[in-house]
């Protein structure tokens, strides 16, 4: 689901929740960060966490 809403808007969700509660573990948003500055932000550029999204967006599935 975060590919479809983009990683770059959940680590920026990530991030102000981080602020709010300080103790959070930093490897999801780590991990969010290194997909974002690859330029894999998740449908919009078809590439993500997954990266088998058709132009318009959709999720692939197996044949």
């Known amino acids: 689901m975060m590919d ?9 969700i990530e991030n102000h929740y981080a602020e709010e509660n300080p103790g959070l573990p930093e490897g999801p948003r780590v ?6 500055t690859a330029g ?3 449908a919009k550029t078809g590439q993500g966490f997954y ?13």
């Not at 479809?4 to 920026?12: E, I, K, P």
């Not at 991990?31 to 974002?36: D, F, R």
Request: aromatic share 4%; glycine share 12%.
């Open 4 to 12: 479809h809403v983009g990683l770059d808007v959940v680590l920026d």
């Open 51 to 63: 990266d088998d999204y058709r132009e318009n967006g959709r999720r692939q599935t197996a044949s």
């Open 31 to 36: 991990l969010l960060g290194k997909h974002v």
């Open 40 to 42: 894999c932000p998740g």
